[in-house]
Structures are given as structure tokens and as C-alpha cells.
């Protein structure tokens, strides 16, 4: 049996030091020990791969957490039974024992380990249809406030009151006009409006002359 650890932190400017203290017991070869500088939203990480390619049947694999494995638990999952049922090695979960198929080999412990990842992953989705409601909720009342999302609007050309005057008299028709303006039509449009607003102007109707 072969003993693999591994390690992950967000970014490279992070201390990995307290993975590698809690792995240290257990005298994991440092050929043996994989680290990762990336998030854990997926396993497209080079060390990770690298490892599982090194994974054997009776082997055990120790992590410090279960959130240093990954933080999608519907991948950490699958991840999970490739590692256990296809390649048939074990995994270890220092801050959760009951995650230790090594000590558990029973029916009874394979039950355990799957409720508990059963119950992580249901936990990690409740928590991240929270956090979507939340930021919904946030927008919405921030738009209510008038906060404005997106980039912020160019400014407009110089000449553009001269130009959008000449547009309302007529003079010019919009393509002119948001040619002039170095805009779309659409995006000239929007700054019409937006224009309006701003001044509190009524300038009547609903359709825009020149617009032939």
C-alpha cells in the first residue's frame, strides 16, 4: 500500500502550511504528495490529475479536509467513487472521521461515509440557492435605490446637443444623427431618453423625428 496526500489552497499567495502540519503523522513521501494552487470550483488541476493516474488499488489517499478536495459536492462525489469503487483505494478525511473508508470496510461504514457526503452536498447546494437569492434580493433593492449596474455610459461627443437638437427639428434623420455621435442607433436612442429624463423635459410622443 502506497500513502498519497494532497493539498490545496485558492492562490498561489496562500500558506499551505496548516495541510501540510496535519499531514505530517503520517510520513507521506514528498513524491507522494500533490499540491494544487487553484480553486476548487472543479478538478481540472494539473497535481490532482496527476495523482489519481497514480492511484492504486489498496492505496489511501489523506486530505486535511473535505473542502481542500474540492468545494462542488456533486463532483467531489464522483470524484469520490472513481477513487473508491474504479480504482479501489481509500480515502481519509483527517477533520471528519467518519470519511475513512480505510477504517471502515463494512457495509455500515460505507453507508456512513455516503450519507455524510450525501448530507455535505445538499448542504453545499442549499447553501449556494441562498447566496443566488441573496444577491437577486440585493440587486433588486439596489435597483430600486437608482444604482445603475454595468459599465459606465461614454460620454458624449461634444457636439451632441447641437446634433440631437438638429435630429428633433428634423433636420438630420437618425442614422445621420447617431452617425454624427459616433453611436448606434439604438445606443443614440438610449442617450435621448436617458437625456429627457435627466432634464425633466417634455418634448411629446412617442415617435422621433427625422427617424426616416
Given at each position: 500500500?502506497?500513502?498519497?496526500?494532497?493539498i490545496r489552497v485558492s492562490a498561489t499567495d496562500q500558506n499551505d502550511e496548516r495541510?501540510?502540519?496535519?499531514?505530517?503523522?503520517?510520513?507521506?513521501?514528498?513524491r507522494n504528495l500533490y499540491v494544487d494552487?487553484?480553486?476548487?470550483?472543479?478538478?481540472?488541476r494539473p497535481a490532482y490529475r496527476r495523482m489519481v493516474k497514480r492511484l492504486g488499488a489498496g492505496d489511501l489517499l489523506i486530505v486535511k479536509s473535505i473542502d481542500r478536495l474540492g468545494r462542488d459536492y456533486d463532483d467531489v462525489q464522483e470524484q469520490w467513487r472513481v477513487i473508491t469503487d474504479e480504482i479501489g483505494a481509500d480515502i481519509r478525511v483527517?477533520?471528519?472521521p467518519l470519511l475513512d473508508t480505510a477504517r471502515a470496510k463494512d457495509l455500515l461504514g460505507s453507508f456512513i461515509s455516503d450519507l455524510v457526503l450525501q448530507v455535505l452536498s445538499f448542504a453545499a447546494h442549499?447553501?449556494?440557492e441562498n447566496i443566488r437569492q441573496r444577491q437577486a434580493e440585493g440587486i433588486a433593492a439596489a435597483k430600486a435605490r437608482g444604482v445603475r449596474f454595468g459599465k459606465a455610459p461614454r460620454p458624449?461627443?461634444?457636439?451632441?446637443?447641437?446634433?440631437?437638437?438638429?435630429?428633433?427639428?428634423?433636420?438630420i434623420c437618425v442614422s445621420e444623427a447617431a452617425g454624427l455621435c459616433g453611436m448606434s442607433v439604438r445606443s443614440f436612442y438610449e442617450r435621448t431618453q436617458h437625456?429627457?429624463?435627466?432634464?425633466?423635459?417634455?418634448?411629446?410622443?412617442?415617435?422621433?423625428?427625422?427617424?426616416?
Open positions: 500500500m502506497k500513502i498519497f496526500g494532497y495541510q501540510r502540519i496535519a499531514l505530517a503523522p503520517f510520513s507521506i513521501p514528498q494552487r487553484q480553486s476548487g470550483k472543479d478538478f481540472k483527517l477533520d471528519m442549499f447553501e449556494r458624449l461627443p461634444d457636439r451632441f446637443d447641437e446634433i440631437y437638437s438638429r435630429w428633433r427639428q428634423g433636420a437625456l429627457r429624463k435627466k432634464r425633466g423635459a417634455s418634448e411629446g410622443g412617442d415617435g422621433a423625428p427625422g427617424s426616416a
